[in-house]
């Protein structure tokens, strides 16, 4: 089955600085990859998502790009704020519907 | 946007009692629901995917005499956890799509066995 690897799992950035998180999975046909974002006590919230067919997807603060050949996808968030702390996972799926979740990145923003 | 709605947010019960645990999708139809297990710190671990009007798909070592789920319509699944026991405690999360849509996750349920 895949397996998702993600990568820091804990990481502090001063406000304002940017923050990556990078995941690598190993099934090449996985084909759809999601980002969400968990606050403390509350549900995941989809933040980004990518699919195969996109190297690259930008929504404001938060891109996310996708590398198909070495089977890695990052999440870049830019200009990171006090509210942009929370644990982040990624994950992947075939057709979007089994998701192989990676094992979170606590991100924390230093005011 | 897509939203899921879980209830109850926090459960605490005896051992031995069985809990439902509710999700429903506001302003969508599910064709499809999950039901995620998440301990303390870690990640989020697939228990079973559920289409409206059929049986669960129950991932492996996960008990189905345990963990009932029901998807009988198109915006609202249950879990109940039977005859819970503190090593059942943790927090359950359910996620629903309609499609090929993304998944939407509820806020979840922490459930503590005393």
């Excluded at chain 1, 895949?2 to 001063?14: A, F, G, I, K, Y």
């Excluded at chain 1, 195969?52 to 999440?75: M, P, W, Y």
């Excluded at chain 2, 963990?67 to 879990?79: D, K, Q």
């Amino acid at each position: 089955g895949e397996n998702v690897e993600q990568h820091p799992s804990t990481l502090s950035v001063q406000e304002g600085d940017s923050a990556v998180i990078k995941c690598t999975y190993s099934d090449s046909a996985s084909n759809y990859f999601p980002w969400y974002k968990q606050e403390l006590g509350k549900g995941p919230q989809l933040i980004i998502d990518i699919r195969s067919n996109v190297g690259e997807k930008k929504d404001q603060r938060i891109a996310v790009t996708l590398n198909k050949t070495a089977k890695h996808f990052s999440l870049h968030i830019t200009e990171t704020q006090p509210e942009d702390s929370a644990v982040y996972f990624c994950a992947a799926s075939l057709g979007g519907n089994q998701f192989y979740f990676g094992t979170g990145t606590s991100l924390t923003v230093i005011p | 946007g897509a939203v899921v709605s879980q209830h109850p947010s926090w459960v605490i019960c005896k051992s031995g009692t069985s809990v439902k645990i509710e999700c429903r999708s506001l302003d969508f139809q599910a064709t499809t629901m999950f039901w995620y297990r998440q301990f303390p710190k870690q990640s989020l671990m697939l228990m079973a995917t559920s289409n409206e009007g059929s049986k669960a798909t129950y991932e492996q070592g996960v008990e189905k005499d345990k963990f009932l789920i029901n998807h009988a319509s198109l915006t609202l699944s249950t879990l109940t956890v039977t005859s819970a026991h503190p090593e059942d405690s943790s927090f359950y999360i359910c996620s629903a799509r309609m499609g090929g849509q993304p998944q939407h996750f509820g806020d979840g349920t922490r459930l503590s066995i005393l």
